[in-house]
């Protein structure tokens, strides 16, 4: 059995060396496919030992369809090349590849994406079907967010690293790069009557309005035909197994939009249909509870929140079939800033309660709020319990940090050695070790900071650690950095 890696680039000298280090000794090849790059993406590649092919660019599933054309391998693994594959996931792939090597039952398997935001902490997960058998039968297809012709593939419990961080205003100028190619796309769905198309092209569609309505806090085009087409789609795949997620989640982009727009009450319309029709996506019940709590609403918002917490706790657990939360970033920014607003002294004995029977982080931090605020006497002993328990969690273990209820020292040395690329925990290590003079160590943590993080306030002492160890020219450019 061979393994082909497939890479389709451009302009990713940032990212490229990461990847392409996680996948050494791996696969029997790597073929990358750059569609125009003018950094030193090319030689990157070839330094890792990369049959790379240059192309023309003809949209996305044009340049991954060459680089299958290019591939050897019985299993073909897509990647962007600002992934990352750890080892052990690479292991827990391999029995489903030889298991079904020679079953034609599954040609395809469909991974989780771990995504991490700007500050190198998972924001989100969501899944993506990248690995498919070396078959003349399977191609991508679409001009944009392009999919593999294959309806149904396995979900396996592999995930790979996504580290594509981006500020809202290249998100902004990518929506609208997206929206003419996904309405193309939507005209050629229609022209084939292909409705599974459609449905998931519609999907993509409001994503991008979602971004664009965010950005400028308006929304030109007309998308009100968009929504009713969608309506009347929906209603045939609520009980389809492989699109129950594209007919219930786009509710959840077109609730965005709304609210952005100031129709909150359309808003929660769109979300209330999906809850009602017994769709409980913990973001769903999460967005439905904001715009509860936002109108006053604190009962309600109080119940759709709990419910909320339950169902993405179970998601940590057993993974939700679809295998996306989006909101998990959101979820804990508001429980940090807004659980004391929600809840009060006389929810304490009830989300205790829920706490040991699931022992779920997210009630955890909720507790400490509410007993910090309203039983200080027992606030000790709580946080050495939970610190306990959740001595793997890097939220909770974040959220100690950040409220200096723990040993800061101690706690984002156990952080980093959870996620070597969190922010707040190697920023900390590296101040400390600094200020020994140990700069051989400060200079470890400083450059485990991921490259997209404002890291200004520290960038004298990572200087003057680069200058310590030796590396002046970089010094130099970091010195150059400041002074713009």
């Known amino acids: 059995m061979k393994l082909s890696a497939a890479l389709i680039m451009k302009n990713e000298e940032e990212h490229l060396p990461r990847l392409l280090k996680s996948l050494q000794g791996k696969f029997d090849e790597i073929v990358v496919v750059d569609t125009g790059s003018t950094d030193r993406s090319i030689e990157i590649a070839k330094e890792y030992g990369c049959r790379v092919y240059e192309k023309e660019w003809n949209g996305f599933a044009d340049a991954r369809n060459y680089a299958i054309s290019k591939c050897t391998g019985d299993w073909i693994w897509h990647f962007d090349a600002d992934f990352e594959l750890e080892d052990e996931e690479f292991r827990k792939f391999l029995p489903y590849a030889a298991k079904f090597y020679q079953d034609d039952s599954i040609n395809a398997f469909t991974i989780y994406v771990r995504n991490f935001n700007g500050l190198g902490i998972l924001s989100g997960v969501s899944s993506q079907t990248f690995i498919h058998k070396n078959s003349s039968y399977v191609y991508w297809q679409g001009n944009i967010h392009e999919t593999l012709n294959i309806q149904e593939s396995l979900l396996i419990p592999v995930y790979i690293n996504h580290y594509g961080y981006q500020h809202l205003e290249i998100l902004y100028q990518k929506a609208w790069r997206n929206l003419e190619l996904i309405k193309k796309d939507i005209l050629l769905a229609r022209q084939k009557n292909s409705k599974e198309e459609l449905i998931k092209k519609l999907f993509y569609l409001f994503q991008s309005y979602g971004v664009i309505a965010l950005y400028k806090q308006q929304l030109d085009e007309p998308f009100e035909e968009y929504i009713q087409e969608f309506m009347k789609l929906r209603e045939e795949f609520k009980e389809h197994r492989a699109l129950t997620f594209f007919a219930y989640y786009t509710l959840l982009y077109i609730a965005h939009i709304f609210v952005v727009l ?223």
């Open 262 to 484: 100031h129709k909150e009450e359309l808003a929660k319309n769109y979300l209330q249909k999906a809850i009602e029709e017994g769709y409980e996506h913990p973001d769903i019940l999460f967005n439905f509870a904001k715009l509860l709590y936002n109108g006053g609403k604190k009962k309600e918002a109080k119940e759709y929140f709990i419910r909320c917490l339950e169902r993405v706790s179970d998601f940590e657990k057993n993974q939700t079939e679809d295998g996306v939360v989006d909101n998990i970033d959101r979820i804990w920014d508001f429980i940090e800033h807004e659980s004391l607003k929600l809840f009060g002294a006389e929810d304490i004995e009830t989300l205790y309660q829920i706490w040991k029977k699931r022992r779920s982080a997210y009630f955890a931090v909720v507790l400490v709020e509410l007993i910090q605020k309203y039983q200080p006497q027992k606030l000790e002993r709580f946080v050495k319990k939970i610190e306990k328990v959740y001595s793997t969690h890097e939220r909770v273990l974040l959220y100690l940090l950040k409220t200096q209820l723990g040993d800061r020292l101690q706690l984002a040395k156990k952080i980093v050695e959870l996620n070597p690329k969190n922010f707040n925990a190697n920023k900390i290590l590296g101040i400390y070790f600094w200020k020994l003079q140990e700069y051989k160590q400060a200079l470890h943590y400083f450059i485990n900071i991921p490259p997209f993080v404002d890291m200004s306030d520290i960038l004298p002492q990572f200087i003057e650690s680069l200058r310590a160890c030796g590396f002046e020219k970089e010094a130099k450019k970091l010195q150059e950095k400041l002074k713009k």
